[in-house]
């Protein structure tokens, strides 16, 4: 069964910094492009930075130059490095493969910028 358990949320002023982690159990880490997602209230889940298992990294516009993924294939975590946050980072966020699979969801972690 596999197992997805985010950390590492909080609030942050903006401007702030905050990293967050997913640690995965199960045998889906080496061999998927992992992806960070976050829903904030009243919107749609979206892709925010994904990550091939060889490297390559792809961000949202609105996140590019400010976020940073990365990925420890031995510890099976991705690691999604936030900077330069702002209000409208706020929301919940998620780890997943890319495509995602519905039952891989876990609980996500909040994350409030306030200014």
């Known amino acids: 069964q596999v197992l997805l358990v985010e950390s590492g949320g909080g609030l942050v002023q903006a401007g702030g910094s905050l990293r967050l982690s997913c640690a995965a159990t199960g045998s889906i880490f080496s061999i998927n492009t992992m992806g960070w997602y976050r829903q904030a209230p009243g919107k749609q889940r979206e892709l925010v930075a994904d990550?091939?298992?060889?490297?390559?990294?792809n961000y949202a516009d609105s996140v590019k130059g400010r976020f940073t993924i990365s990925r420890d294939n031995a510890k099976n975590t991705v690691y999604l490095q936030m900077n330069s946050l702002k209000a409208e980072d706020t929301a919940v966020y998620y780890c997943n493969t890319v495509p995602v699979v519905a039952g891989y969801w876990g609980q996500g972690n909040q994350v409030t910028v306030y200014s």
């Open positions: 990550m091939t298992s060889g490297g390559k990294t």
